[in-house]
Nanobody, 121 residues
Framework: QVQLVESGGGSVQAGGSLRLSCAAAGYTYSPYCMGWFRQAPGKEREGVATIYTKRGATDYADSVKGRFTISQDNAKNTLYLQMTSLKPEDTAMYSC??????????????WGQGTQVTVSS
């Protein structure tokens, strides 16, 4: 059974940094893609960053470009999200997800429980 477990969330002041980790267990192969999502209270879930695991290509939401970096450590089956220059509007529950190739697009199928990030001004 595939599981994703996030860690690394916490409280930080604006301008600070955090690194989130997502440990993947139960995979016998690398998923086609992995990503980070976030959801703030009263708002819809937002895709933050995606990485296509074999070719290493990445995509970012405009709101985090230049501040967040998604990366992977295949040896550790771990996905990371390095967040810098954090803003109060980055406050949300952050979740990681793993997906399959659906007609060339990333179709997320497995989700973690999430880790809370709170940024104070």
């Amino acid at each position: 059974q595939v599981q994703l477990v996030e860690s690394g969330g916490g409280s930080v002041q604006a301008g600070g940094s955090l690194r989130l980790s997502c440990a993947a267990a139960g995979y016998t192969y690398s998923p086609y893609c992995m990503g980070w999502f976030r959801q703030a209270p009263g708002k819809e879930r937002e895709g933050v960053a995606t990485i296509y695991t074999k070719r290493g290509a990445t995509d970012y939401a405009d709101s985090v470009k230049g501040r967040f970096t998604i990366s992977q450590d295949n040896a550790k089956n771990t996905l990371y999200l390095q967040m810098t220059s954090l803003k109060p509007e980055d406050t949300a529950m952050y979740s990681c997800a793993a997906g399959v190739n659906l007609w060339g697009e990333c179709d997320f199928r497995v989700w973690g429980q999430g880790t809370q990030v709170t940024v104070s001004s």
